[in-house]
């Protein structure tokens, strides 16, 4: 769960930590309100969970006069990084020293990450002098004390007045990354006024969706909002029925992939890659306890637009009988009126009630029902030459 930078900051007010003042607008008349409010020099700040931004141009410095004619720009914009649709207006801030902090995890313990040379360039501080950059582990049952954390930064090279203020603020941040369940904080910069006074310029913040049980206060926050409405389809089902989430993220080829197993899934995802194939999403969806999410995943393929096949692909089944897929297929077949003649669609699917899954799938028509024990890695070579074969036929040609 990537939160937006509007997201991030109030969450950081509510623990108290210097942020500077700001609000989102979703029109240029309400990003230019804004500005006028704050007045001066203000950031406009394209809401996208992610980093990178400055890098790409989504981040402007601009007088509040113009701010409302800079975000007629910006808003609508189809980026790298995203669609534009709303913009964090924030109060220009006074920056005299740019420090990077960052909370994250390695493979088994949180990590603090420091440098006193912060700012849209730490890529390069990174590649160019990795030691301006001090990475230390932290022990989850210790935590990180102000007096450490002190240490550390003077480590890292800071000096002067700010030195114990950034230690304390740091100490203070842990005990934040630790309640919120957070996998990751990134602050970049970590503004040092011309007085010494210190703000979270820019605030990044991911929390583990498997804790937001134990967040109440997160449920009215809206979450990485899904890129399209197909994916926000599958969103909607996870949210509407029991069980496990079904997982589709949406990319740039066109072979639509339900698959599930975790592991067995991304390696299908990479056969196909590897024999030059291009997959339209990655997925993840068991079918048990039922056939609502699934169906959500298959509409999701059957309606994206650059979608031109599909591989249903799972290992062996053991929770759920195999016909409980193939239903879901053919009510989402049906629904989305797929011409199985120009989309073809592929079956790895084994396991109990394979028998009566088969005799389904031969009533919807023009389903590829691959034998009894076919492999992982035969079953992306079927999908992949018949993707090509129905390009080759049709084109970019209409699939229903």
Do not use: C
């Amino acid at each position: 769960m990537n939160l937006t930078e509007d997201i991030a900051k109030r969450l950081m007010r509510r623990f108290s930590l210097p942020v500077p003042d700001g609000a989102a607008g979703e029109t240029a008349g309400k990003v230019g309100e804004l500005a006028a409010e704050f007045g001066g020099t203000v950031a406009l700040k394209a809401l996208l969970p992610t980093g990178r931004r400055g890098k790409s141009g989504l981040v402007r410095l601009v007088d509040a006069a113009d701010a409302e004619s800079v975000a007629t720009e910006m808003l609508g914009r189809e980026t790298e990084l995203g669609l534009v649709d709303r913009i964090y207006v924030e109060k220009g801030a006074d920056i005299a020293q740019e420090l990077y902090l960052a909370f994250s995890f390695s493979d088994r313990m949180p990590m603090l990450t420091i440098s006193i040379d912060g700012g849209v360039e730490i890529e390069q501080v990174h590649a160019a002098t990795p030691e301006r950059i001090v990475t230390v582990p932290i022990d989850p049952l210790k935590g990180l004390r102000p007096w450490e954390a002190i240490d550390l930064w003077s480590r890292a090279g800071l000096t002067g007045r700010a030195l114990a203020d950034v230690g304390r603020l740091t100490s203070r941040l842990w005990r934040a990354f630790v309640d919120l369940d957070a996998e990751m904080i990134e602050i970049n910069p970590l503004a040092i006024s011309g007085a010494g006074d210190l703000s979270m310029v820019g605030t990044m913040i991911q929390i583990d969706d498997g804790a937001l049980g134990r967040h109440p206060e997160l449920s009215d926050f809206p979450s990485q909002r899904p890129d399209n409405p197909r994916e926000r389809l599958v969103d909607e089902a996870n949210r509407s029925n029991p069980g496990g989430d079904a997982r589709y993220v949406e990319l740039d080829g066109d072979i639509g992939l339900l698959v599930a197993g975790g592991g067995a899934g991304l390696l299908q995802h990479d056969m196909i890659v590897d024999l030059g194939g291009q997959p339209a999403n990655h997925s993840d969806t068991s079918p048990a306890p039922g056939t609502a999410k699934t169906e959500a995943v298959l509409d999701a393929v059957f309606s994206n637009p650059r979608s031109r096949s599909l591989l249903i692909g799972y290992n062996h089944l053991q929770m759920a009988p195999v016909d409980r897929v193939v239903e879901a297929l053919a009510n989402s077949v049906q629904r989305n009126n797929v011409d199985t003649s120009k989309f073809p669609i592929i079956l790895r699917l084994f396991g109990p009630r394979e028998t009566e899954a088969r005799a389904l799938a031969d009533r919807i028509g023009g389903i590829t029902y691959l034998p009894s024990g076919t492999s992982l890695s035969e079953g992306a070579r079927a999908i992949v030459e018949a993707t090509r074969k129905i390009v080759a036929e049709h084109g970019e040609g209409a699939k229903t």
